[in-house]
């Protein structure tokens, strides 16, 4: 069983910057694929930005310059450091990391999200 646990999300001015932190916690093999979605009220999960054990990143056109995914595999923790804030980035920041369980089976979890608000 994994927990994530998410920080750094807050309030900002438009052009501003934000670091969020998911630290993978529990009993698991490995942690693989990790990335960052955001929902805004009224609107559908989307992707934010994903990072391989190895390191591949992979971003969407909205944040590609913008943000920067990245992981320290050591501590099992993504990391998404925001710059240049707009106010359409505002959303709850949700973690998810895929995991190799002990029984060897690789499954997925969601943290609990945190809160990011770019006013103008």
């Known amino acids: 069983q994994v927990q994530l646990v998410e920080s750094g999300g807050g309030l900002v001015q438009a052009g501003g910057s934000l670091r969020l932190s998911c630290a993978a916690s529990?009993?698991?093999?490995?942690?693989?694929?990790m990335g960052w979605y955001r929902q805004a009220p009224g609107k559908q999960r989307e992707l934010v930005a994903t990072i391989t054990r190895g390191g591949n990143t992979n971003y969407p056109d909205s944040v590609k310059g913008r943000f920067t995914i990245s992981r320290d595999n050591a501590e099992n923790t993504v990391y998404l450091e925001m710059n240049n804030l707009k106010p359409e980035d505002t959303a709850v920041y949700y973690c998810?990391?895929?995991?190799?369980?002990?029984?060897?089976?690789?499954?997925?979890?969601w943290g609990q999200g945190t809160q990011v608000t770019v006013s103008s």
């Open positions: 529990g009993r698991f093999v490995s942690i693989n694929d």
């Open positions: 998810r990391a895929y995991y190799i369980s002990t029984y060897y089976t690789e499954s997925y979890y």
